[in-house]
């Protein structure tokens, strides 16, 4: 890797959540930034929702931020903040990536969906023709959810405490016509697929996000969490033989996809 020389000439990207001590991507996508020769760093930033507007508003005349990655819990807020969006972030309304556009204003995208079936593939995971669970329609859920379908699912049972936020998830994915589409539940039997896309599990005392004692071996588990880096529903899912693929993994896989969407590498240009 190149080594790094921060200057005045150095352009800044941020990563906006609340919290924001769990992420994982600064180090990485800034070593990536050097290693493609672009003179950048990611930086945290920890910004609540009640100050997020105002916060952007003045993001937008720093003249050298040029990206911006967004977390838990901005995507749907964010995507509201921008001038332009992918086709899968305005069929979701979310976004996990910004861009600042030539013209002005942002370009979004959300690529957790990418990342989340990358790290299934790289485990040994094929989510064609499976039947799957998935736990959490939030930001991070609702790309998963979508990228599930397009990898081929045979079927997605959906569950979240948030039934109106479930439901609009899964009218938004019937109109793909792609699978057949339903409400699920905590309860993972008969599943060949299962997918965490909820932070239970980030803290001491979290309940399990499924009911493990009903796992199969031959049941997929994966998982967006990275702090810890072997969730609890991880942890327990392996101890019954299941294979598995964690945050960090699904992370390792979306990593490339973020860098060309900042780098404008994506084909959008």
Known sequence: MNSLNLTGATRLNIIVGDPIAQVKSPGGVTRAFVDRGYDGILVPVQIDGVHLKAFLAAASEVRNLDGIIVTVPHKFACFEFCASATERSRLLGSVNIMRRRPEGGWHGDIVDGLGFVGAVRARGGNPAGKRALQI?????????????????????????????????????????????????????????LVANATPLGMKAGDPLPVGVSRLNSATFVGCVITNPAVSPLIEAARSKGCATSTGTDMYNALQSSMIDFLLAHDGSR
């Open 136 to 192: 959490g329609a939030g930001g991070a859920g609702s790309a998963i959810a979508l990228a599930l379908v397009e990898a081929g699912v045979r079927s997605l049972a959906i569950h979240d405490t948030d039934v109106v936020r479930r439901d609009q998830l899964i009218a938004k994915l019937k109109t793909l016509g792609r699978a057949e589409i339903h409400v699920g539940s905590a309860d993972p039997t008969g599943f060949d």
